[in-house]
């Protein structure tokens, strides 16, 4: 993995709810990260053909590893816009340089 290839900006996100004056709730984003990372998204490759028997991830992101951020499934990814629940996190060839995210599109409801 190079520099070169990450050219796609990424936003790290965890969300927590908030409750306003009238006491409704609601969610909202906190960006606990913003990287550069390569995007690959899921076609007829070899590589892809064995990760879908095991995971419904529409989207592949690799970046580097962030101090002080534990990434786990529990986050989200923005990407041009668009949100990604992350499914996986794995660190690439275990040195703790790079982090392989696999991740699922999300499409709202309401257009």
């Not at 786990?72 to 060839?93: H, M």
């Not at 991740?103 to 409801?109: E, F, G, L």
Request: hydrophobic share 40%; net charge neutral; charged share 25%.
């Amino acid at each position: 993995m190079s520099f070169g290839k990450m050219r796609t900006p990424v936003q790290i996100l965890s969300t927590e709810t908030v409750k306003d004056s009238e006491g409704f709730s609601s969610q909202r984003d906190i960006v606990l990260a913003e990287v550069w990372a390569y995007h690959e998204a899921r076609h007829g490759s070899e590589l892809w053909a064995n990760r879908a028997a095991f995971s419904e991830a529409t989207d592949l992101f690799r970046l580097r590893a962030i101090p002080g951020v534990e990434l786990s499934t529990a986050l989200f990814l923005r990407c041009t816009g668009v949100r990604y629940d992350i499914t996986s996190v794995e660190d690439v060839k275990g040195r703790g340089m790079y982090v392989e995210i696999l991740a699922k599109k999300v499409i709202s409801s309401n257009g």
